[in-house]
Structures are given as structure tokens and as C-alpha cells.
């Protein structure tokens, strides 16, 4: 199926443990985006990619890192994970900025 | 930086009621403005938009109007159904800006 997608859908990670969250998209999009939710506070933009090749710092980049390894391919790393990060990771494609959005199905994060 | 607000939920209504949800934003110059909808386990699905002052953006009963001398886009529907309960948010964006700022979501409860 068409669309974005990201792997895993739920992960329980211990405290200083790292992972890698995969997003792939084949819709051809140019930018790519990685947000998380948390109860109360909405969707926060943590980094995006405006096209391959570049990579830029969100609202919250803190304790993260990016990669576009291709046009579709945008991943998040935790190097060290804390329970601040425990919260639904989305990763986001779009071909028309802003108004194009098309979000995968989520990533759930708990950090014990 | 872009700051959207929403009212607080859960608001909880009876099937056939009228529906309002609040959203007030800021930001430098003219945003477009949007709504999305989530459905429990889902990512966010595009409801409907608005680009410019005076604009009504309208899809599935739901309807919005981008009211620029109160830096509102206030969403409603006439007559709800228990099948519009899910988590509503609220964003401004544009292409400028790269990406979209969100809202923290107002979760609506339809009852029979």
C-alpha cells in the first residue's frame, strides 16, 4: 500500500539503551518529518528533512539524531534513551510543504 | 515562533448535538490554517483546510472559516454522529516555514 511507513509500531526500551525508527515512504515525497506526541502538549516537531540530503533541528532535537539516507528513507536514532522519551513518534512525508502532509500509523515509545 | 491554541476536552456530546471547537493561533504574517483528525491507533488524517483570510474550508459535515481580525479558525458540524468521536487538532503552517505547528488536540466523545 501506498503511503508512509514506519517500523516498529511498539518498542520498550530500557533506560540508556539505543534504537533506530525506521520511516520509508513511496509517494515520492520531498520533505520528511519526524514529530512526537504527548498527552496535553500536542504534536512537536523534532527534526525534518526539506529535501534528500539535508536535515534540519525542530522544536525539540534534544537527545536525537536524523538520517536521510534517500528521498525514502528518514530515520530517528535515540543514542541514549530516557524515560522523557517515552511518547508516539510519527514520521511525516510531504510533497507541497505544509499542505501536503500524509502521516505514518506511529511508532508507540515507552522508555523504562 | 507560530503558537496555535485549542480548547481544552474531553468534550463529550450526544449524537445530533451541534459542535464547537476553538482554535485561536499566532504567528508573523498569514498562515494556512488546518485541521486533522486522528482515530484512536491512527496517524492524523487532513480534515479540512483553509489558505487565506475569509476562506471556509468544509469536508464530511465539518466546516471552518479563517477569521484573520480574531486569528481564529474555529471548527464545527451541525449534527454530530458517534462516529466523529476521535481527537481533533488544530495547525498553521506556511510553505516558508517548512512545517506545520500543531495544536495539543481536543478529544471529542460522541454518546448514543
Not at chain 2, 463529550?12 to 459542535?19: D, G, M, P, Q
Request: with cysteine; hydrophobic share 30%; glycine share 10%.
Amino acid at each position: 500500500n501506498a503511503g508512509v511507513t514506519q517500523t516498529p509500531k511498539f518498542q520498550v526500551l530500557k533506560t540508556g539503551q539505543s534504537m533506530t525508527l525506521q520511516c520509508a515512504q513511496d509517494m515520492n515525497h520531498n520533505s520528511m518529518y519526524w514529530y512526537r506526541q504527548d498527552p496535553g502538549m500536542g504534536l512537536r516537531l523534532i527534526y525534518y528533512s526539506a529535501s534528500e540530503g539535508t536535515t534540519d533541528k525542530g522544536e525539540v532535537p534534544n537527545g536525537y539524531n536524523v538520517s536521510r539516507l534517500n528521498k525514502r528513507e528518514f530515520s530517528l536514532r535515540l543514542e541514549s534513551a530516557a524515560p522523557s522519551q517515552t511518547s508516539v513518534y510519527f514520521c511525516v512525508g510531504a510533497s507541497e510543504g505544509v499542505h501536503g502532509y500524509t502521516f505514518g500509523s506511529g511508532t508507540r515509545l515507552t522508555v523504562v | 515562533g507560530d503558537s496555535v491554541t485549542q480548547m481544552e476536552g474531553p468534550v463529550t456530546l450526544s449524537e445530533e448535538a451541534f459542535l464547537t471547537i476553538n482554535c485561536t493561533y499566532t504567528a508573523t504574517g498569514y498562515p494556512s490554517l488546518f485541521w486533522y483528525v486522528q482515530y484512536p491507533g491512527e496517524g492524523l488524517q487532513l480534515l479540512l483546510k483553509a489558505t487565506k483570510a475569509d476562506d471556509k474550508g468544509s469536508n464530511k459535515g465539518f466546516e471552518a472559516t479563517y477569521r484573520k481580525e480574531t486569528t481564529s479558525f474555529h471548527l464545527e458540524k451541525g449534527s454530530v454522529q458517534v462516529s466523529d468521536s476521535a481527537v481533533y487538532f488544530c495547525a498553521a503552517g506556511d510553505t516558508g516555514r517548512r512545517a506545520l505547528t500543531f495544536g495539543s488536540g481536543t478529544r471529542l466523545q460522541v454518546q448514543p
